[in-house]
């Protein structure tokens, strides 16, 4: 789908994985105008497609694109082309049980600008890919505190899903990959001393059965999976805080976890900050696996879904 930055998007159509055609001076190349987004499909038992609140990320996209001085799709253009990738990729949903159907939503500013300034044209696009578990054979997560980086800073665009966010993410985490790590955990820019979020996803810690996460305060992603876990966790009669939690609280909680689209909701099994390493709990028996669970069978449509999440394609 394309349309100028004075009008609205006009309905687009399918055409085969490729290449696209783009200006040298487009604003995404030039100016990293680009915003995208991630959800997936699953496959059920009866072989119906699930999407898992897609009018989310039609919601971020907008509210994105609002800071990136672009035009964005309506809700009812994001759901409906979302919908026609799935089906039209249908065949590439895995089995149940077996992975899912990625699908990558970009809003990108691919008309001509020399001088900064908003790109005059835009294009909608989506592809989709099936995939299996995020962090294959490495779970769980032991994730590495850098306190050298950042990703966001106040005022930034650290909120909005815009592809330049994951710029800054690519030395401190192939960094620490090369040491062994699985990720990086990101501190705030200002007082380096509040956890952010991993590179692509955010974080949760447990103590004594109290659920803490970052308050989204425009410097991290607010993640689908975040709000669903913390609802969820609600629903469960746990005490859920979103609040600045500092680093230290690190060093002695019970459990530690992920989560996102990708990584849906991953166990921590140890970080280390400052040369120290911290275990923590994991498997069947915690919280978070509690909370997984009744994540993804909602997701995979294993059980009713009361809350009313997953849209039938
Ligand atoms: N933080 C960042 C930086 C991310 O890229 C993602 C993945 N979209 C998340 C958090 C998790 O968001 P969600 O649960 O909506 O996938």
Redesign the pocket.
């Known amino acids: 789908m394309k349309c100028s930055s004075d009008e609205k998007f006009s309905p687009g159509k399918l055409n085969r994985y490729g290449n696209i055609e783009l200006s040298p001076s487009s604003g995404v190349l030039n100016y990293g105008q680009g915003l995208f ?3 997936k499909a699953y496959r059920k038992e009866d072989g119906r497609l699930l999407l898992f609140r897609p009018e ?2 039609a919601r ?1 996209m907008q509210m994105g694109a609002e800071r990136m001085c672009m035009p964005s799709p309506s809700t009812y253009q994001f759901l409906h082309a979302v919908k026609q990738t799935v089906l039209a990729n249908r065949r590439w949903v895995p089995p149940p049980g077996k992975g899912s159907l990625y699908v990558r939503p970009l809003l990108i500013g691919t008309g001509p600008v020399l001088g900064l300034a908003p790109a005059p044209d835009y294009t909608f696009l989506i592809y989709a890919s099936p995939v299996g578990n995020y962090f294959k054979e490495r779970l769980p997560l032991n994730l590495f505190v850098d306190d050298d980086y950042h ?1 966001a800073f106040p005022g930034g665009t ?1 909120g909005v ?1 815009t592809i330049s ?2 710029a800054p ?1 690519l030395k401190a985490q192939t960094q620490a990959k090369k040491k062994g790590f699985s990720d990086v955990i990101f501190l705030d820019s200002v007082n380096k001393r509040f956890l952010e ?6 974080i949760f810690i447990i103590k004594d059965n109290v659920i803490s996460t970052p308050s989204t305060q425009g410097t ?9 876990i913390i609802e969820i966790a609600l629903k469960y009669d746990y005490q859920v805080e979103e609040r600045p939690v500092p680093v230290e609280e690190l060093l002695n909680a019970d459990e530690v976890f992920c ?5 849906v909701v991953a166990p921590v099994g140890s970080v280390t900050y400052h040369g120290k390493r911290v275990e923590y709990r994991s498997g069947v028996q915690t919280v978070s696996h509690r909370l997984y669970s009744a994540l993804t069978s909602i997701q995979m449509g294993l059980v009713e879904d009361a809350m009313g999440w997953t849209v039938e394609i």
Request: hydrophobic share 30%; aromatic share 4%; with cysteine.
């Open positions: 987004e991630g959800l989310e990320n971020r990703r650290g899903k966010n994951y993410v979020e991993a590179s692509s996803c955010n991290i992603l607010a993640g689908i999976t975040r709000k669903s989560t996102g689209t990708a990584v």
